[in-house]
């Protein structure tokens, strides 16, 4: 898959996350992980909203040729129960990404275009973050190369 260039000016990565991480109230969202998931400690929310902010992070990086692909883990939580907050979801796309990130359920979640989609989350997500990848995300790794993932959701431009 041809990597499109991107804009000069696209922020993503270490910086938008650092700049989500300390500008916006979560404590709604960990509520609603924990409030949801009746076994999910206040920390273990805590520890996927992080790997949450970690993807999204990502998301500028969206074109019509190239995707972020979110992986069926416990981190899709995190999306969820973020989206489930829509006011909070609409600010928060709006103040960090610029854009609605929408979130569309994969029906076929195998193939070419997924695969490659996959490979590339994995490996900007390691060189966005590097030691600082959240676990949650490095385990990420471990499944596309064994071949035991499953994409949740995949998409050109804002959706995923």
Sequence with gaps: MAQPALKVDTVYGKP???EMRNNFDYSQIVWTMSRYNDDMSEKRANDLLD?????ISLAPLNTRDRWITMFKTDVEEAFHCFVLNTRLYKQFCDKFLGFFFHHDPLVEESGPEIEAAAKFT???LELCFGPDLNLELKDWRRQFDSGNYKVACA???GSC
């Design 16 to 18: 938008l996350y650092d």
């Design 51 to 55: 790997a949450f902010l970690q993807w």
């Design 122 to 124: 994995v490996e900007t």
């Design 155 to 157: 998409g050109p431009g």
